[in-house]
């Protein structure tokens, strides 16, 4: 079969790939949920573990904990994307869910500072780490998953539902803070009512676990008994190249989203000005919108190339940041705000609809769910998971435009590695 050639699928195997996908799709969008719950919920929480009287302190302290949980995800990218491609993807998302579910348990029961000291915080870096370790496999693992059963001809569209459910995750934590803040006091939320996401989060984990259950293989024998399967050292010798272009977009790609995702809320309070109440209304809203349209760009990438798909997101991405961001600080409308983040999150979305399937295209078989999950994941841990801590600590020393001169320089870095993108993949392009 020619790389041009469309395949002719049956309505039974048309079925059961579809059904995969949402599979696959659910149980990723629990995980994201129990990792995410962590930061919309830590505005309520972080005077529970790092006391200071000062809200940016504790809000700083509280954005290193989930930049360090960053930290653990190349360790997990490594050990669940060589389960996945030595052992099989469906066992790799299995085990990933199952540790995410006992990190939402363990928070959801943690004590605070003035219970044990300092011993609360330590204990909850703790467990941050180990989530970050689940968390860490997890993307590689359903990237690589997802990209091997969507349909051809249509896969940019069907491995867009990876964030969607990825954001979908976000949406529902947001949104479950939402209506507790509805139905609480602040101060019944900073005593006790920040714990309840994290038990939602632990039991809809065990859903997950069931859903995965019903996932089919599609890891092939042949690929999983190549004594090579699943090692970096057939990686850096033969797809060297391929690793540091993933690395290089990704940098700017996890930098920018967990800007106007995880970051923005606390933006919006901290710089805007807004109440917490309405950033978070204004998120709710923008992540629903950003939700939406990955199906959309899914297929915009389909018609147009993937690779052009990612230059447009590096050259907008570098146009636009500083000015956004800039406008956002001096705003205090909230419609404005949600307008202008909704502008941000669609140039986001060129990257974030078609980010695992990019990836997964530029490893074969035997080293994919590796080459994905470990590379994004050293991106992910360095520029993603340290956005917060970064723009909180140049706003501490009073040069927060530094930040967007941080992020924009990222979005070029973006634009010249999208540049190196094949025209026509070498792997997952007829396989399957």
């Known amino acids: 079969m020619t790389a041009t050639t469309q395949p002719h699928y049956t309505a039974e195997e048309k079925r059961k790939r579809v059904f995969a996908i949402i599979s696959a799709s659910s149980g990723n969008l629990v995980e994201w949920f129990d990792f995410y719950v962590y930061s919309f919920a ?28 960053f930290l653990m995800r190349p360790i997990g990218g490594w050990l669940f994307g060589r389960i996945a491609d030595r052992v099989g993807r469906k066992k790799s998302m299995m085990i990933s869910v199952m540790m995410m579910c006992g990190g939402s348990l363990a928070i ?5 500072y003035a219970t044990i000291g300092v011993a609360a915080p330590i204990l909850l870096l703790i467990v941050r780490m180990f989530q970050g370790l689940s968390v860490g496999g997890e993307y590689g693992t359903t990237a690589t998953y997802m990209s091997e059963v969507a349909l051809r001809g249509q896969r940019g569209f069907f491995s867009s539902f990876q964030y969607v459910t990825l954001i979908g995750g976000q949406l529902l934590a947001v949104l479950t803070v939402v209506i507790l803040e509805v139905f609480l006091t602040e101060a019944e939320l900073k005593a006790w009512g920040w714990r309840i996401p994290f038990v939602i989060g632990a039991i809809a984990a065990v859903v997950s676990l069931l859903l995965r259950r019903t996932l089919h293989e599609t890891s092939k024998a042949a690929d999983m008994n190549n004594k090579e399967a699943g090692t970096l050292a057939y990686i850096f010798k033969h797809h060297r190249a391929a690793f540091i272009t993933v690395i290089g977009y990704t940098a700017g790609g996890s930098l920018i989203f967990y800007t106007f995702t995880t970051y923005m809320q606390k933006y919006l309070v901290n710089s805007a000005g807004m109440p917490a109440k309405t950033a978070s209304i204004v998120m709710t809203g923008a992540l629903f919108l950003y939700m939406c349209m990955q199906p959309l760009f899914g297929m915009l990438a389909d018609r147009i190339g993937r690779r052009n798909s990612m230059m447009l997101f590096g050259a907008l991405g570098a146009i636009a940041t500083f000015p956004i961001l800039a406008m956002l600080r001096g705003n205090d409308s909230p419609v404005l705000a949600f307008l202008l983040i909704t502008l941000a999150l669609a140039i986001v979305s060129l990257y974030t609809s078609i980010g695992g399937l990019v990836k997964a295209e530029m490893f074969p078989p035997e080293v994919r769910a590796l080459g994905v999950g470990f590379s ?57």
Not at 44 to 58: L, R
Request: charged content about 10%; overall charge neutral; proline content about 6%.
């Open 108 to 112: 959801a029961v943690l004590p605070t």
């Open 376 to 432: 994004y994941a050293i991106a992910n841990a360095i520029f993603g998971g340290s956005a917060e801590f970064v723009g909180l600590t140049f706003k501490n020393l009073g040069h927060e435009n530094w930040f967007f001169v941080y992020v924009t320089v990222m979005m070029v870095v973006a634009f010249i590695f999208s540049t190196r993108l094949p025209k026509t993949p070498s792997y997952l392009h007829t396989d399957h």
């Open 42 to 69: 830590s505005i309520y929480f972080a005077s529970q573990f790092f006391p200071s009287g000062n809200p940016t302190t504790e809000f700083l302290k509280s954005a290193a904990v989930f930049a360090v949980g």
